[in-house]
């Protein structure tokens, strides 16, 4: 037993009990963000995969490389985007509202904001 | 420790700081927008401390360098492409690759660092963080790949079984704990190889016969595993970023776990050995009969328009029919009308914790109005109707009482409510196959129809009436 792996598993429960103490708080309604949040975050693995690279000097390595920095850099992209488009349709109230007052036409305005939304970022 | 060391350690401490705060700040819609943000900027000083660190080094071969950049870009642009198409439906399935390539992406560190130290001896610690590492990375691999595969219906979302395979997993697990005991004792990259492999098929049994409405569970379960995984991969290199990180991941996924099970009342154990789907569903309880009551379009609207309160119980009928948009476009008639309407939605409902209150916000619904399971339930009591679409075990008054296959699991009180309707396309039976005994109930009405014409139906008759 190291010193270096007893901090190591100290600091590992540690943050097991600031995360078990931060999340409890998150609300159902955000439950899936979260998790695309999650995957952003385990995403830091690219900083392992960045450091495979420092010693990669066979096919082999660089082939992990490759493939750990792809896994992991698809994680930080795609999570933190996809929880943004998510947390973006999160409104406390109907948004644009003067489209909702229109008679029958509201049909289909009242849902246009988050159509667009969706073209737009697409 | 040189002062460069000091300065990237402090680096990643501050990016430990923003993963934390960036979790914090998602106890509330409001901010947490804001919160994503505080975590994402933790990321980009992380990764920018390491590639600090890489050039710092000064060995990175030009082929290194190519070969990291190229990966990342391609990963990013896969993950870039990935997030901005998605629809909200198919939500489960991208979290469930993602779990799959953070997965892999930490298994394959570990077996980087392995494969270059197994000649020259390898610490002990270090063996028994990288068979950590590799078998939780390895599972959570092929195992969420196979979840994701049910999910999206390429693979039948029913419990697979096929002779043998619990002989098979338990093989798997045998060979895997077997060389894992030969690694510590003898370094060797042969024997990870047949970990690996004995790993990787272990996921693919463990998820093959769970059954769709286990889904939620296996996910979080899965997320845990990916959180898990990364912060052994920060054991096995020391990097404390990653170690802290993968923590919270899997404690995020634990807690997610916990609370999905609960909602089902099954023990995660249970779900895991496995079978619930549509098998073993215990002895089916005598119905009280086919006494139901249907109702046509304009008489459930006239109840509809005419209440004060309205409760709409969403349940994944409602999301398999896509037909979220349509019942906002309802709630919002009706509250034009003076009609309060709110949503009760019950923690699995949807194929992953909180996946239906992200398609009601995709279809526009301020998310004031969606109650959680112990937040409405007392609310049924003084509600006038309550419109159940596409849900049906959440909502068994049989939970109530022992001796059935959904005893004692939470459910909405909809039963207490002054009047209900059901919108079925049939009196099929939900996931634990029994009766459901509020559509027996005198005050419940059914509307024998799919979600979505049934919704739209009710929205023309209920305008109608406005004129």
Request: aromatic share 6%.
């Amino acid at each position: 037993m190291t010193t270096v792996l007893l901090t190591d598993i100290t600091i590992f429960v540690l943050a097991l009990l600031v995360g078990f103490e931060v999340i409890s708080k998150v609300p159902a309604t955000l439950h899936t963000p979260l998790m695309s949040a999650a995957n952003s975050i385990h995403g830091i693995v690219l900083a392992g995969a960045m450091l495979i690279a420092v010693t990669a000097h066979d096919a082999l390595g660089y082939i992990l490389a490759f493939v750990a920095a792809a896994f992991a850099a698809m994680n930080v992209v795609g999570g933190y985007l996809v929880t943004g488009r998510m947390l973006k349709m999160f409104r406390r109230s109907r948004s644009p509202v003067p489209a909702a007052d229109t008679a029958p036409a509201v049909s289909g305005n009242g849902q246009n904001p988050a159509a667009g939304q969706r073209g737009a970022s697409s | 420790m040189s002062a460069f060391d000091w300065v990237t350690q402090l680096l990643y401490v501050a990016s430990a700081t923003c993963f934390v705060l960036g979790l914090h700040l998602m106890n509330s819609p409001a901010t947490a927008r804001r919160g994503n943000q505080v975590s994402t900027a933790g990321m980009i000083l992380a990764v920018a401390t390491t590639l600090a660190l890489v050039a710092h080094a000064g060995t990175v071969t030009t082929t290194g360098w190519i070969v990291m950049i190229a990966g990342a870009l391609l990963g990013g642009g896969a993950g870039l492409y990935a997030a901005r198409t998605v629809e909200m439906t198919a939500m489960p399935q991208l979290v469930s690759i993602f779990n799959a390539v953070g997965g892999g992406a930490a298994a394959l560190v570990a077996i980087d660092d392995y494969v270059r130290l197994a000649s020259g001896g390898v610490a002990e610690s270090t063996t028994i963080t990288t068979i950590l590492d590799v078998l939780i990375g390895a599972v959570t691999f092929s195992g969420s790949i196979i979840a994701a595969g049910k999910l999206q219906g390429l693979i039948g979302g029913a419990p697979i079984t096929f002779p043998g395979s619990r002989a098979v997993n338990i093989a798997a697990a045998a060979v895997a704990a077997g060389g894992a005991i030969y690694m510590i004792a003898t370094p060797s990259v042969v024997v990870l190889i047949i970990i690996i492999a004995a790993a990787l098929t272990f996921g693919v049994t463990m998820v093959l016969p769970i059954g769709g409405a286990d889904m939620p569970v296996v996910i979080s379960l899965l997320n845990a595993f990916t959180g898990t995984a990364v912060a052994m991969a920060g054991f096995v290199i020391g990097n404390w970023a990653l170690i802290i990180a993968g923590a919270l991941v899997g404690a995020s996924g634990g807690i997610l776990t916990k609370l999905m099970a609960d909602a089902m009342n099954r023990s995660i154990r249970n779900i895991i050995v496995g079978g619930f789907g549509t098998g073993d569903s215990g002895p089916a309880v005598e119905g009280p009969g086919g006494d139901v009551r249907s109702i046509a379009a304009d008489d459930a609207a006239i109840q509809l328009a005419y209440a004060q309160k309205v409760i709409i119980v969403p349940g994944y009928g409602l999301a398999a029919a896509q037909a979220q948009h349509q019942v906002a476009e309802l709630a919002r008639v009706l509250e034009e009308r003076g009609v309060e309407v709110s949503y009760a939605i019950h923690p699995v409902a949807g194929r992953m914790p909180g996946h239906m209150n992200v398609l009601l916000a995709e279809a526009n619904v301020p998310y004031p109005q969606l109650k959680e399971m112990d937040e409405i339930n007392p609310e049924f009591a003084r509600t006038d109707v309550a419109l159940v679409i596409g849900a049906n075990d959440v909502t068994n008054p049989a939970a109530r009482r022992p001796g059935n296959p959904v005893s004692g699991m939470p459910i909405l009180d909809v039963d207490q409510a002054k009047s209900i309707i059901v919108i079925k396309r049939s009196m099929g039976h939900g996931y634990a196959g029994i009766d459901n005994e509020l559509y027996a109930d005198p005050k419940t009405s059914m509307f024998f129809s799919d979600a979505k014409g049934a919704l739209t139906e009710l929205t023309a008759a209920v305008k109608t009436l406005v004129a």
